[in-house]
C-alpha cells in the first residue's frame, strides 16, 4: 500500500518559514492535500491538488510538489499556526485514501 | 450554510454495537462522496472508507473491512456508520468528511466529530 512519510516534528521562531515535507513514491505524479488540524478542532483544508489554495486561507500558506516529495510552505510563521499538519493523497492503484503521519509544527 | 453535522459523544460496553451519523445540509448530499476518518487519542489520521450516497456505492480501506459498516439514507440526507461488535480498541474520535470531487479528491468539508468511548 501507498505510504506518506512526515516529520514528527517542526519548530519554527515566529515570522520565520516553516517547511513541512510530505514523503512518498513518485508523489510528483499525484495530486497532495494539505489539512491544519488544532487541538480539540476538526482537520481544515488549507492547500489542495499540491498548490491551490482555500480563499480563506492566507496566502502564507504554500504547497508544491516533485519527485518524491511534496512540501508544505509557511511563510511569516505567527503563533496561531502552532497545529497539526496532514498530507493525503487518493493512490489511484488501488484507489485507497492515505494520509501521511502527521508534523506537529511548534512556534517557539 | 454548508454543513456535516454529527451525533453526540457516545459511551457503549465491549461487545455492544453503535451507529453514528453525519447529516448533511446546504448541499446536494447525493452528488458528493462521504468519506469516514479516524483519530484515535493522541494519534493521526486514519481514512475508513468512502460512500457516495447517490448509490451507496462503498469502498472500504482494508484494514477497517469487516469491522464496520458504512451506509447513507438520502431521505434525510444523513451518512452513518456502523459497529456491530464494539471493541476497546474502537475508541477514537470519528470524523465525517466531504470529498470535493472525482477531479480534486480533497476533503473539503468536515463534521466536527464523534468521540466514540468503549470502556467496560
Known amino acids: 500500500s501507498y505510504v506518506l512519510t512526515q516529520p514528527p516534528s517542526v519548530a519554527v521562531a515566529p515570522g520565520q518559514t516553516a517547511r513541512i515535507t510530505c514523503g512518498g513514491n513518485?508523489?510528483?505524479?499525484?495530486?497532495v492535500h494539505w489539512y491544519q488540524q488544532k487541538p480539540g478542532q476538526a482537520p481544515v483544508v488549507v492547500v489542495y491538488d499540491d498548490s491551490d489554495r482555500p480563499s480563506e486561507i492566507p496566502e502564507r500558506f504554500a504547497g508544491s510538489n516533485s519527485g518524491n516529495t511534496a512540501t508544505l510552505t509557511i511563510s511569516r510563521v505567527e503563533a496561531g499556526d502552532e497545529a497539526d499538519y496532514y498530507c493525503?493523497?487518493?493512490?489511484?492503484?488501488?484507489?485507497?485514501?492515505?494520509f501521511g503521519g502527521g508534523t506537529k509544527l511548534t512556534v517557539l | 450554510e454548508v454543513l456535516l453535522v454529527q451525533s453526540g459523544a457516545d459511551l457503549k460496553k465491549p461487545g455492544e454495537s453503535l451507529k453514528i451519523s453525519c447529516k448533511a445540509s446546504?448541499?446536494?448530499?447525493?452528488?458528493?462522496?462521504i468519506g469516514w476518518v479516524r483519530q484515535k487519542p493522541g494519534k493521526g489520521l486514519e481514512w475508513m472508507g468512502i460512500?457516495?450516497?447517490?448509490?451507496?456505492?462503498?469502498t472500504y480501506n482494508p484494514s477497517f473491512q469487516g469491522q464496520v459498516t458504512m451506509s447513507a439514507d438520502k431521505s434525510i440526507s444523513t451518512a452513518y456508520l456502523q459497529w456491530s461488535s464494539l471493541k476497546a480498541s474502537d475508541t477514537a474520535m470519528y470524523y465525517c468528511?466531504?470529498?470535493?470531487?472525482?477531479?480534486?479528491?480533497?476533503?473539503?468539508?468536515w463534521g466536527r466529530g464523534t468521540l466514540v468511548t468503549v470502556s467496560s
Open positions: 513518485n508523489i510528483g505524479k499525484k495530486s
Open positions: 493525503q493523497v487518493w493512490d489511484n492503484n488501488s484507489d485507497l485514501y492515505v
Open positions: 446546504g448541499y446536494s448530499f447525493t452528488s458528493f462522496w
Open positions: 468528511a466531504r470529498r470535493l470531487s472525482s477531479s480534486s479528491r480533497v476533503f473539503d468539508l
Open positions: 460512500i457516495y450516497p447517490g448509490d451507496s456505492d462503498t
